[in-house]
């Protein structure tokens, strides 16, 4: 037997040995009643639609803020709501604490029975459809992560924070089962002319949000999504409609949607020619960056977290890619002197968070632990020195408050004391 397993079956032993402390816990039922009887609303809100333990406390951290507000000082825009990875198991986020971002904007309060989509533009047969009409239409369900370009912008003053948890670092990204049509059925219904090589898309929110979407990209994976889940999309996130764009940039999925025109060429929207943009050292400028590379992040051990102790863990974490199905994940215990495969946990989906893990035994000793992930087509996630040269970036683009650097996917780097606290050390 390895000193590995034997570190992990006496792990093992001595956890199952604290279970039995476990045999008085009260039931559900008799907690509620314990706390005082709450009466009959109580009781009809949890078995009406349901709600989690109260032991359980993950919330999202940020704000989605007000735009007025915003402009006028009285609050700290953060981004949007974060995901807490740090809390997760498995691939699914849980709907309730899947990242938001509105840009300071108010969630709509949209009533179904008088919401319409409408395609027109470039087609033989403009249409419109209520939202009982497309739910009538052949629908399909598929397993998508949705990424804000600003996840892990290392020119945010809260992800070079030496006790940033992953949530501050990495919290813009969720993964969820969609449902909805594919919008490539919707449009050859509505018939292509042949002019037709790009999307107008358009959210029914205050600043009427567009988007420009090649046709390629429309006719290949694009879904009009109207469940998350196997529910409803959340008011949040769009409801009673929404786009769903797999592995592109969270900005092409709008929400509340309500148009989509066919049109010539991209109509350089405000988010395409002054937000989602991009300045290079040599004064060039990065124009429609969609698709995201390849990415992972360790969730435990991660930043904030401490080890109580030397002795067996099981590093985990999630691993994603706009280009398809992640292949391999590779982790590094030494700051990436040296790389072991890792486990990939099925199931796996193209475009989805997948689940890693690594048997560890923690010498008590300081380590800088990393994850490293691999696509289909062989793209490998880069270190912040080849994100740098991929992008011809200067120093000055790495100092806040220096612009956004979107679609950042550098490897990221934990390190462990050997007080067993875990920080961030990206840049360190």
Known sequence: MTSKQSNRRRFLKETAALAGLAAGAARLGDAQTQAGNAGEGTERDLHAYGERSRFVTSTRLGTNGNSERFRKGKTSYQGGPRSPLQDQVGIITPTSL????????????????????????????????????????PSVSRIHFVECRANGNPNLPQRRLPDATVQLTHGLTSCSEWTGVPLSLLLKEAGLKSAASWILAEGADQPKHTKSI???????????????????????????????VPGWQGINGVKWLRRIKLVDQPYMTRAETTQYVEARRDGTMRWFMSEFGPNSVITRPSGGQRLPGRGFYEITGLAWSGGGIIKRVEISTDGGKTWKDAQIQGPVHRKAHTRFSFSWNWNGEEHRLQSRSTEEGGGVQPTVAGITKFLNLGPENFRPPAGMIGNFNAIQTWKVNRDGSVGNALFS
């Open 98 to 137: 899947h990242y938001i971002v509105n840009h300071s904007y108010e969630t709509l309060d949209i009533d179904p029975r008088e919401h319409r989509l409408l395609i027109h533009g470039l087609v033989d047969r403009p249409m419109v459809f209520t939202v009982e009409e497309l739910k009538r239409l």
């Open 214 to 244: 090649p046709i390629e990209k429309a006719m290949d994976d694009v879904l009009v999504a109207y469940g998350q889940n196997g529910e409803a999309v959340r008011p949040e996130q769009g409801y009673p409609l929404r786009l769903l």
